[in-house]
């Protein structure tokens, strides 16, 4: 079964910290997708990729960063930890805009 | 702060109902959808899809339906069942795009 794996469900960071979420596929997708996920808000888009060290703006991008070293693995960085990061946040990959993409389970990050 | 009080749509159907889920998009230039299902705690999975030369698509217990003209889709999950007790959201891209575009979902309770 093809997979998109987050390496942490839930994780609790406090204000400052640099947080790295991290998310591998294994279905040599191209392209790979960070979305937040906030009540009422639904999915938002941080950060994407099309090919390894390569990453371009989302719709919120502001305190992230990403990296893209390995085609399968896209990580997600948030510099210095802010409360209003507390989020899900959802990774996904696809092999382009005319196929659907496969999420991965989610982390749920909290920032104290 | 002012999204305090945003919540989803929600739908409550009797088990063995058929239930109906609506979603409006907004590109007129859309020319690919997809519903996706998101169980608690978990990430959203695909359900099924529908390209623009079409109106009409069925799966198993799921039918989408495309209507350009007024720029609606919609979900029809006959049967309903416990199980199908989510979150579903609605996605769109388009040809030469290099994204979808989800909207905020719409939270289906199935009563046993």
């Known amino acids: 079964d093809v997979k998109v794996t987050q390496s942490s469900r839930y994780l609790v960071k406090r204000t400052g910290e640099k947080v790295f979420l991290e998310c591998v596929q294994d279905?040599?997708?191209?392209?790979m997708f960070w979305y937040r996920q906030d009540p009422g808000l639904g999915l938002r888009l941080i950060y994407f990729s099309y090919d390894v060290k390569m990453k371009e703006k989302g719709d919120i991008p502001e305190g992230y960063s990403v990296s893209r070293e390995k085609k399968e693995r896209f990580s997600l960085i948030l510099e210095s930890a802010s409360t209003n990061q507390t989020s899900m946040y959802l990774c996904?990959?696809?092999?382009?805009?005319?196929?659907?993409?496969?999420f991965g389970s989610g982390t749920r990050l909290t920032v104290v | 702060g002012e999204n305090v009080g945003l919540h989803l749509p929600t739908l409550s159907v009797q088990e063995g109902d058929n239930s109906i889920i609506n979603c409006a998009y907004s590109?007129?230039?859309?020319?690919?959808f997809i519903w996706y299902k998101q169980e608690s705690g978990k990430g959203p999975q695909f359900i099924i899809d529908?390209?623009?030369?079409?109106d009409k698509r069925q799966g198993q217990r799921v039918t989408v339906l495309l209507n350009k003209t007024v720029k609606h889709l919609s979900l029809q999950i006959a049967a309903t069942q416990p199980g199908d007790s989510a979150v579903y959201f609605c996605a769109e891209s388009f040809l030469g795009g290099n994204q979808f575009y989800f909207g905020t979902g719409t939270s289906l309770t199935v009563i046993p």
């Open positions: 279905m040599d997708h191209e392209n």
């Open positions: 529908i390209r623009s030369n079409m």
């Open positions: 590109n007129s230039a859309s020319d690919y």
């Open positions: 996904a990959s696809g092999r382009g805009e005319t196929y659907g993409y496969t």
